[in-house]
């Protein structure tokens, strides 16, 4: 991907975590991915690996921790894409 756009990485982001929900259309910025979109840490790590095969990037692991929201993820991308 050749540029971190913000919207262009969250359309995507949003995209991926719709194969792992029961509904997709409730993903919004604000939502948070543990408590609102119920996913346990299997799922979190599938979705991470799609992540990283979609934007050809390395996810630390250390920082997901610190990411509650739908938002806090795209912006960690936008991070390691910018890396």
């Not at 969250?10 to 604000?30: A, D, N, Q, R, W």
């Not at 991915?33 to 799922?43: A, V, Y």
């Not at 991470?48 to 509650?68: A, K, R, Y």
């Amino acid at each position: 991907m050749p540029t971190a756009d913000y919207a262009e990485i969250y359309e995507k982001v949003k995209t991926i975590l719709g194969h792992f929900v029961e509904s997709p259309e409730t993903i919004e910025e604000g939502t948070e991915l543990i408590n609102e979109l119920d996913l346990d840490s299997l799922r979190v790590m599938e979705i991470v690996e799609e992540v990283e095969d979609t934007f050809d990037i390395s996810f630390p692991l250390n920082e997901l921790s610190g990411i509650q929201t739908v938002k806090d993820f795209v912006l960690q991308v936008q991070r390691q894409i910018k890396a």
